[in-house]
Each structure stands twice: as structure tokens, then as C-alpha cells.
């Protein structure tokens, strides 16, 4: 069995909370995509974790965890990621964790360049792309034009050195060109030696590895990070993720792009929320975003920064369902939704005095008001309920009417942040 676990809208749907229960019946969990710009919160009986690199099942014992070639890789931060699991009582070792030899390594100056390009954006414009300031576009840029290092060459570090000293000269006259001290081959060397070469037992190739468990017939869930709206291709472009958040990319960003999904579960709130700049039609302001927000908890694992929230998008999901391929979808936090008497749902968008049901192009979602239409609520704790039939009329009255909306049937519904805290529907 492959499966992919993708996020439904902007990101921070509750997927590794989802991947962290789901995970029981895989034996292997691989990340295909992205780099620590996004976290994934997972609470269980040994306590809260942050993820921004690690898959989410590297807190089961028996899981075998892959980040692929998909990947970019900050050596620091997940060097220090590592030692919190740690920390925390979690085994990390090269049997449980395997990094590809294809993925790429995020540099300092990555994030050097993130930084002054949204400090330059936010002076000369006021609006910045409202960026995770980790260096993210810049390293996937030099992927595409082939100046990246990779994971490999950690393997090896007197043929990368040989390749340091050119490509720091070239990326300096970036550096410069914004007023900016540049960096040295020296610099660049220590970080490798401080914090490439911990993580050099762990790199190997996955795209074998995967094959191969594949072929004994092992279960195998391929981790997204944010979501489809997210996407450098179907997203809110600019106000983007750099890489593919999409299912299909799935086989490719983990290594084995000869193999085909089996399935691909998507995640979506009960509600919407957003963290970063761009287009968020269904936003609410003021007291209704205040209450919304604190209910749900609803800052950046990343970065904690406020997200922006509102009622659940149907024109928004139904988009990134078609993109994500979605079979079935898990409903996360619905708990949260517990003290409203009514609850709005944003049904349609109006765009010029016509109400229109299809997601439309990025600068066209400027232009588009949201179109709410109220339902009742269940007003009542539904934290303690394990089963569809515990659940109020009203919750489940909702739960079908989101399923109607969308087009796709609701098999999880997730009402609290504990592993065990979900309901199966069917």
C-alpha cells in the first residue's frame, strides 16, 4: 500500500497529527517535499513534539522514516530537531531514520537571502511574500540551477570543498549586490564540519531503499508538508511554498518515481487558516478572527506567528481536493467548533456582483468576496466522543454537509490534539 497524506488548503491542516495516528499501520513514513518552513505538532503519552524536518512517524518505534530527494535540508536545524526528540525520549538512529543522498542542503547564505529579500520587499513595496525567512525559495533556486549541494556529498567532503570556493564567489555577488557583508569558503566549511558530518550515517539511497521495501510488500505513507493552495504550481503563486505539495509528486520527491499511489487521504480543517501573506477570501477580522484563533490554538509551529483564520472554504477545499487527488479526507479539530451556537460556512465567492463555485486565478481571488450561509451548532464538549454515534446530531449534521459540498467522503474526524483523539466514520 502507498498512501499519501497531503494537506487539502493553505498549509497547517493537522497532518502530522494525522500522519503520527495513521502511521500504526505503515512501516514506512518518507517526506518527499520541503524543508523546516512548516511544523507539524504531535502530541502523544510521551508528550508534545515540533517536527519541521523529521516525518511525523519517527515517533514510533517501529516506523522506518525517509526524507527524499524532494527535500531541502537545513543541517542545523535538524541537528538540533534530532537531540530534542532526544531529549524527549525518542530513538534516533540510522535504522529508524534514512536521508537521501539526492536531497538538498539548505546553506546560511539561503537564509541570508530569504531575509533580505523580504526585508527588501517589505521596504520597496509593503508587501512581502511573507516568507518563513528559512531560506527556502533561494535554496530551491539553486537547485534548479544546479548549484546546490547535496546530501551525498557529505560523503565525501574533499570533492564538495573543491566545489566551495566557486560557488560561494558566485552567490556573494548576491550578497553584496544587497549591501551585505559576504560570507567565506571558511564559514561555509565549519558549518559542514559542525553539522554536516553528525548526519552523514544517515544518508543513503532511498530511492533503493523505498524500492525495495515496496517489493517485500511493505506499507509505505508518503508525508506532504503545507498544503495544495501552497503548491509552486496550483498555489496562491507568489505566496507560495517552492516545491510541489501534491500527491502525485509523492513517488518522485521520495525517490521512487516508478511507483504509483494507492491512495492519497486528505486533510482539512473543520475550519480555514492561513499563515503568511496572500489572497484568504473566507478571513475573518477583529473579534470573530480573535475568538476563532485562540480556540484553535492557531499559531505557527514554524514560526508562531498569529495565522489568519475563518469558516470552512467549500469553493477552496473542493480546488484543492481535484489538485490533491484526494480519495478520502481526515477532519481535523472540529473540537473547536464546540462553543458556537451557529457556525458560517463559506458556501461560494461573488466576483463582480456574480457568485461563482470554481477557485479562480491567484489575482483574481483579490477581487472575490466570500458568500457565508449559517448552519447550526452542537454547542456542547465533544472531546470525550470515540465513536460516530457519540457524537451530537448537530456535529454530524455538519460533518455530511461538508462531504456534500466537496465531493469527497469524510473517513476521519479528529475532535482533539491526542493521538487517539479521532473518530473513523467508516
Request: aromatic letters at 10%; proline letters at 4%; a negative charge.
Amino acid at each position: 500500500m502507498l498512501t499519501s497524506i497531503c494537506g487539502i488548503n493553505w498549509g497547517d491542516e493537522g497532518k502530522g497529527r494525522m500522519v503520527d495516528l495513521l502511521s500504526r499501520d505503515f512501516d514506512v513514513v518518507c517526506r518527499y517535499q520541503g524543508g523546516n518552513n512548516a511544523g507539524h505538532t504531535v502530541i502523544n503519552e510521551k508528550g508534545k513534539f515540533i517536527l519541521n524536518l523529521l516525518p511525523s512517524g519517527i515517533l514510533r518505534e517501529d516506523v522506518v522514516n525517509v526524507m527524499g530527494p524532494g527535500m531541502v535540508i537545513d543541517l542545523k536545524h535538524l541537528c538540533n530537531e534530532i537531540a530534542k526528540l532526544r531529549e524527549g525520549g525518542i530513538a534516533v538512529s540510522p535504522e529508524n531514520l534514512k536521508i537521501s543522498d539526492k536531497a538538498i542542503i539548505t546553506m546560511p547564505y539561503n537564509v541570508l537571502q530569504d531575509i533580505m529579500e523580504e526585508d527588501r520587499l517589505t521596504k520597496a513595496t509593503g508587501k512581502p511574500y511573507g516568507s518563513t525567512r528559512r531560506g527556502i525559495a533561494p535554496v530551491y533556486a539553486d537547485k534548479y540551477m544546479k548549484k546546490a549541494f547535496r546530501m551525498g556529498e557529505l560523503l565525501n567532503c574533499e570533492l564538495l570543498y573543491r566545489r566551495l570556493p566557486d560557488i560561494i564567489d558566485w552567490k556573494n555577488m548576491t550578497i553584496k549586490a544587497y549591501g551585505f557583508e559576504p560570507v567565506s569558503v571558511e564559514e561555509m566549511k565549519e558549518y559542514f564540519e559542525t553539522y554536516g558530518k553528525p548526519l552523514a550515517k544517515y544518508v543513503t539511497d532511498t530511492g533503493s531503499y523505498l524500492d525495495k521495501a515496496h517489493a517485500e510488500g511493505k506499507n509505505i505513507m508518503f508525508e506532504a508538508q503545507l498544503g495544495a493552495l501552497r503548491d509552486i504550481d496550483y498555489g496562491i503563486v507568489p505566496y507560495t511554498s517552492s516545491s510541489s505539495t501534491i500527491a502525485a509528486y509523492a513517488p518522485i520527491g521520495a525517490g521512487v518515481p516508478n511507483l504509483k499511489l494507492t491512495n492519497s487521504i486528505g486533510i482539512m480543517k473543520a475550519y480555514s487558516s492561513c499563515v503568511g501573506a496572500g489572497p484568504f477570501t473566507c478571513e475573518y477580522f477583529d473579534a470573530d478572527a480573535e475568538k476563532l484563533r485562540e480556540l484553535g490554538g492557531e499559531y505557527g509551529a514554524a514560526t508562531g506567528r498569529p495565522r489568519r483564520v475563518g469558516p470552512f472554504d467549500v469553493v477552496a477545499s473542493r480546488y484543492g481536493i481535484r489538485c490533491q487527488g484526494a480519495d478520502e479526507i481526515a477532519l481535523t479539530k472540529l473540537d473547536v467548533l464546540d462553543g458556537y451556537e451557529t457556525i458560517e460556512i463559506c458556501t461560494h465567492y461573488e466576483l463582480n456582483g456574480k457568485i461563482i463555485d470554481e477557485f479562480p486565478f491567484t489575482d483574481v481571488l483579490d477581487y472575490c468576496k466570500p458568500v457565508f450561509e449559517k448552519v447550526k451548532g452542537w454547542n456542547c464538549d465533544i472531546t470525550g466522543c470515540r465513536r460516530k454515534e457519540d457524537l451530537p446530531v448537530e456535529a454530524l449534521d455538519y460533518i455530511y454537509l461538508l462531504e456534500k459540498l466537496c465531493g469527497c467522503k469524510i473517513r476521519y474526524v479528529s475532535v482533539g490534539a491526542e493521538r487517539e483523539a479521532c473518530i473513523k466514520m467508516y
